[in-house]
Each structure stands twice: as C-alpha cells, then as structure tokens.
C-alpha cells in the first residue's frame, strides 16, 4: 500500500504545538534549537519556541510568527516519526504536498530547503503581508453550501443549499468590492481558493469580506469569517512576497 503526506496550511497554530514533541525526542530538541538560532528575537524579545510554547493567540497570529510556527510545527512532526520509525520519510511515504505555506514545510520535508534558509524567508513574508495590509484591515472567509445534518447521515446532506457556483460566487465578491479610485477608497474581495465542490474561500480587505458574508446568507449559503487569519493570503496583496529558490529533492 502506498502513502501520501499532506501538510496542513495557515489557521492551524495553537499554543503548544511542538512542545510535547520536543520533551520526548531529542532530534525535535535540537531541531527547535536550530529554528529559534535561524529565526531570532521577535520585536518583544522572544524567541519562536516561547511563542509556540506559550505565546497568547494574538502573538501566534502575526503573521511573521504564525507563518515560521506553522512549517515548525511539521518539520518537527517529521523529525520525530523519523526518529520513532528508524527510517527517513521517503522511506514511509510516496508522495507529500503542502496546502498554502505548508508548502514550504514539503519542500524542507523532502531536503529541497533547510532550517536556515526557511526560517527566515516565512518571517519575512510575513513582516511583507503586514506592510501590505496589516491586521484588521484585511480578513479571509469561507463561503459553502448549507449541510443539513441527519441522524442517519453523519455526513450531512447537501442538499440543505443552493448550489456554490462560480457565477454566484463571482455575483456576491462583486456586490461586496468598491473598486474606488485609488489605494484610499479601495475595498475588495477575491476568490482565494476552491477548496471542495461545496466551499470557497475569499480574502482581502475586512469590509468588503464583511459585506460578502452577509451577501452569501441572504442567498441561503453558509458562510462565517475565518477569525484565525486575519490577512489576505491568496490574493494578489500578496504578490509582494519575497521570492526563494530551493534545491532539488
């Protein structure tokens, strides 16, 4: 039987993470010492491992934070599934790909990228997302089909909805945008992904995601903001990332 690893994106940090991993094998120890000498002081003098340990949810959610956890948080997954099983995860696995910035996590995964480099290059994109729209100015949501759940489907029903179309989708970010004439009056909402038949998620800035919301339940769509990112990914505020290359597997 053969095996694919799949790495989680942005929203999944919580205080915490790593900590019992790093208590119970030492490569993970050594692996968080290397990240925190490659990643630094934060502006209130902290290192990354404190606020992954026992950072307060706002500090997890800068970006210039969130983003190092987030790809730490799984490298150090890895180091101690390989430490546990004596083998190397392209031993255990054919194939790995990584959901937004866990990409990055797949690339140090598969020996393309190492801490050094990474580190750093995450702090940095998020230290760019800020000075593109800081937090509260921008917001990300998800926008779905309404799933009616039953006693003999756990699954739920989706036929509880209207169908999520392109079409409706576009309708809705388009009543929600005010293109306005420049940077000043400019709210606008993109589509950011298309994550199931049932689901998208758009991003960019707080009110014109605000309004989209409210559009998408008077259309009879579920839709709820996604708290735990409050910055645009996926749209093209984010074109001003910095870029990196990376070796071969």
Known sequence: ???????????????????????????????????????????????????????????????????????????????????????????????????????????????????????PHLRECGRRMLEVLPMGVSAMAAIGKKIKKTDDNAGGNADAGPEVTPGLIEEIIDRASRPGGNDANREICVIANHNTPHQYIISGHAPAINRAVAYAKEKGLAATLLNGLPWAAHSPFMENRPRMSFGKP
């Open 1 to 119: 039987m053969n095996f694919a690893a799949v790495i989680p994106g942005l929203g999944s940090q919580e205080k915490g993470m790593c900590l019992d991993l790093a208590r119970s094998y030492k490569s993970v120890a050594r692996l968080i010492d290397n990240v925190d000498n490659a990643f630094g002081l934060t502006p209130s003098g902290k290192l990354l491992s404190q606020i992954m340990f026992e950072g307060n949810p706002f500090e997890q959610m800068i970006p210039e934070n969130g983003l190092p956890m987030l790809v730490v948080n799984t490298m150090a997954t890895i180091t101690a599934l390989e430490e546990e099983s004596g083998r190397k995860l392209n031993e255990i696995v054919s194939c790995i790909s990584g959901h937004s910035f866990g990409e990055y996590a797949a690339l140090h995964a598969v020996g393309s990228m190492d801490v050094k480099d990474t580190i």
